[in-house]
T-cell receptor, first 119, second 108 residues
Framework: GAVVSQHPSWVICKSGTSVKIECRSL??????MFWYRQFPKQSLMLMAT?????????EQGVEKDKFLINHASLTLSTLTVTSAHPEDSSFYIC???????????????FGPGTRLTVL | EDQVTQSPEALRLQEGESSSLNCSYT??????LFWYRQDPGKGPEFLFT???AGEEKEKERLKATLTKKESFLHITAPKPEDSATYLC?????????FGKGTMLLVSP
């Protein structure tokens, strides 16, 4: 149980194009999903918290117009990197909390990540 | 601001050579401390959650302990398949804050 998938697992795009990354909770429902970015040999940095049916909450320094987040259902959140540039190249990871695991408040289950390379 | 510092940054062990990884933290209102394993190019894999000082949890060759200021991940008789980056994270009032991780390499 508690499986989170991401699609695609990797993507290469040209500078100026937009890329959409999907995050799905496969066997549980999640009102809250999280989007992280990880640079090589660095820790995971939270970009935004995505709540089903409402606007995402972005961390300081993260451009909400550049990183569009949509959480349309209890099992799907999407991150769209708009007008991508080489500096957006990174490993993007989503995570989700299982509503049913009340005794594991705070525990997050992570997706396998998406490697974005912007040429 | 919540902070997590992991040490060492990298650790090389021989198979069977036990050791410990450290996670020091400062957090306002600890709601949980988490250990994850991350393989290259993969997302973090959940290992343990610790909620209060004195708590210990074990899973195979791994044991996690927690004090008010730090947590240790003890690895007993490691095997090459234990090679990975081990991440520590603390859940405060708002967000989950990660350390940079300890990269563990276990040689046969």
């Amino acid at each position: 149980g508690a499986v989170v998938s991401q699609h695609p697992s990797w993507v290469i795009c040209k500078s100026g194009t937009s890329v959409k990354i999907e995050c799905r909770s496969l066997d549980f429902q999640a009102t809250t999903m999280f989007w992280y970015r990880q640079f090589p040999k660095q820790s995971l940095m939270l970009m935004a918290t995505s709540n089903e049916g409402s606007k995402a909450t972005y961390e300081q320094g993260v451009e909400k117009d550049k990183f569009l987040i949509n959480h349309a259902s209890l099992t799907l959140s999407t991150l769209t990197v708009t007008s991508a540039h080489p500096e957006d190249s990174s490993f993007y990871i989503c995570s989700a909390r299982d509503l049913g695991l009340a005794d594991t408040l705070g525990e997050q289950f992570f997706g396998p990540g998406t490697r974005l390379t912007v040429l | 601001e919540d902070q997590v510092t992991q040490s060492p940054e990298a650790l090389r062990l021989q198979e069977g050579e036990s050791s410990s990884l450290n996670c020091s933290y400062t957090v306002s209102g600890l709601r949980g401390l988490f250990w994850y394993r991350q393989d290259p190019g993969k997302g973090p894999e959940f290992l343990f959650t610790l909620y209060s000082a004195g708590e210990e949890k074990e899973k195979e060759r791994l044991k996690a302990t927690l004090t008010k200021k730090e947590s240790f991940l003890h690895i007993t008789a490691p095997k090459p398949e234990d090679s990975a980056t081990y991440l520590c994270a603390v859940q405060g009032y708002s967000t989950l804050t990660f350390g940079k991780g300890t990269m563990l390499l276990v040689s046969p």
